[in-house]
T-cell receptor, first 119, second 112 residues
Framework: NAGVTQTPKFQVLKTGQSMTLQCAQDMNHNSMYWYRQDPGMGLRLIYY???????DKGEVPNGYNVSRLNKREFSLRLESAAPSQTSVYFCASSEAASGSVWNSYNEQFFGPGTRLTVL | KNEVEQSPQNLTAQEGEFITINCSYSVGISALHWLQQHPGGGIVSLFM???GKKKHGRLIATINIQEKHSSLHITASHPRDSAVYIC??????????????FGKGTKLSVIP
C-alpha cells in the first residue's frame, strides 16, 4: 500500500497562475484533509472532506477550492496563485468517525507534502 | 478558538538524556495526537490518546484531561530522534468528522 500520495512534490508558479495539487489514498478512508504549513506556525486546515461527496471549509480556505473526485482522491486548486500561498501543503486521510464519535479514535495519515513557491 | 501551546520551542539534548515536551490546550477535546516531522518533511503519527498514558518503545505520552495538558517523553534519546514533534488536539467538527488544531511544534536536536 502506498498510503497517501501527493503530486507534484515541488512547484514554482508566477502570481496569477493556476494549478491543482493532487492527493490520493489507498486505505479506503472516508475523510480527507488539506493543510498548509508555514514557518513559525502550526499546520492549518484549508479544507476537508468528511466523506465522498462532501467538502467543508477549514481555518484558511480563501483562495482555494477543492474537489472530492471519488473516495480515493481529493484535489486542491489554486485559481489565481498569490505569493501569500507560498507554503508546504500536506494532504491527510483518516477513517471517518461513526457511531459514538467520542469513542472513535482515528489516526490521520499524511502525504509527503508539496512545496509550492509563488513568485 | 482552541489554542495549542507547546514548550519548549527548541530543545537540544545530549544522547542518552531523558526528554520531555509539553503541550497545553484551551478547550475540551476528544483526543490528542503527537506527531513527528522528520527533517525531510514527512509527518508520522506517534500517539493518539484521550486519557492516561501510552508507551511505544522509548516514547511515552501522557495526558491529563482535567488540566488540559499532555507530555511526550523520550527515554535514552538518540540522534535519530532529532525531529520536530507536533501536538494536535482533536475537536468534533460535525457530520461525524473532526478537525485537528496543531501546535507550532518543538524542534529537538539530539547531539552524539
Amino acid at each position: 500500500n502506498a498510503g497517501v500520495t501527493q503530486t507534484p512534490k515541488f512547484q514554482v508558479l508566477k502570481t496569477g497562475q493556476s494549478m491543482t495539487l493532487q492527493c490520493a489514498q489507498d486505505m479506503n478512508h472516508n475523510s480527507m484533509y488539506w493543510y498548509r504549513q508555514d514557518p513559525g506556525m502550526g499546520l492549518r486546515l484549508i479544507y476537508y472532506s468528511a466523506s465522498e461527496g462532501t467538502t467543508d471549509k477549514g481555518e484558511v480556505p480563501n483562495g482555494y477550492n477543492v474537489s472530492r473526485l471519488n473516495k480515493r482522491e481529493f484535489s486542491l486548486r489554486l485559481e489565481s496563485a498569490a505569493p501569500s500561498q507560498t507554503s508546504v501543503y500536506f494532504c491527510a486521510s483518516s477513517e471517518a468517525a461513526s457511531g459514538s464519535v467520542w469513542n472513535s479514535y482515528n489516526e490521520q495519515f499524511f502525504g509527503p507534502g508539496t512545496r509550492l513557491t509563488v513568485l | 478558538k482552541n489554542e495549542v501551546e507547546q514548550s519548549p520551542q527548541n530543545l537540544t539534548a545530549q544522547e542518552g538524556e531523558f526528554i520531555t515536551i509539553n503541550c497545553s490546550y484551551s478547550v475540551g477535546i476528544s483526543a490528542l495526537h503527537w506527531l513527528q516531522q522528520h527533517p525531510g518533511g514527512g509527518i508520522v503519527s506517534l500517539f493518539m490518546l484521550s486519557s492516561g498514558k501510552k508507551k511505544h518503545g522509548r516514547l511515552i505520552a501522557t495526558i491529563n484531561i482535567q488540566e488540559k495538558h499532555s507530555s511526550l517523553h523520550i527515554t535514552a534519546s538518540h540522534p535519530r530522534d532529532s525531529a520536530v514533534y507536533i501536538c494536535a488536539v482533536r475537536v468534533l467538527a460535525g457530520a461525524g468528522s473532526y478537525q485537528l488544531t496543531f501546535g507550532k511544534g518543538t524542534k529537538l536536536s539530539v547531539i552524539p
